[in-house]
Nanobody, 127 residues
Framework: QVQLVESGGGLVQAGGSLRLSCAASGRTFSNAAMAWFRQAPGKEREFLATIRRSDGTAFQADSVKGRFTISKDNAKNTVYLQMNSLKPEDTAIYYC????????????????????WGQGTQVTVSS
């Protein structure tokens, strides 16, 4: 079993930055993918970024490229999402997810490929 705990969310003004963290505990999968998704009220869950545990291969959604950066620290079993130039439309609950194997870049944005999910952390961006 795997547990994922997100932290770092909160209230920030437009143009500000936040760094989200996702700490994983339990079983370790060497070829895992860890990703960030978000869901705003009344909207579908949206893929943001994913990173491969073994070699750091990363893939981001075009909608956040240049503003959001995913990174990892294997020693801490933690994945981060650095979010800069935040906009009110970034307001959402942000979820961390883990896939027990790397599904390939083409499939890494599909939420169904992720086996474990955190509880989410709220990010609110005020205008």
């Amino acid at each position: 079993q795997v547990q994922l705990v997100e932290s770092g969310g909160g209230l920030v003004q437009a143009g500000g930055s936040l760094r989200l963290s996702c700490a994983a505990s339990g079983r370790t999968f060497s070829n895992a993918a860890m990703a960030w998704f978000r869901q705003a009220p009344g909207k579908e869950r949206e893929f943001l970024a994913t990173i491969r545990r073994s070699d750091g291969t990363a893939f981001q959604a075009d909608s956040v490229k240049g503003r959001f950066t995913i990174s990892k620290d294997n020693a801490k079993n933690t994945v981060y999402l650095q979010m800069n130039s935040l906009k009110p439309e970034d307001t959402a609950i942000y979820y961390c997810a883990l896939a027990t194997y790397w599904p390939g870049t083409a499939w890494s944005s599909v939420s169904a490929n992720y086996n474990y999910w955190g509880q989410g952390t709220q990010v609110t961006v005020s205008s």
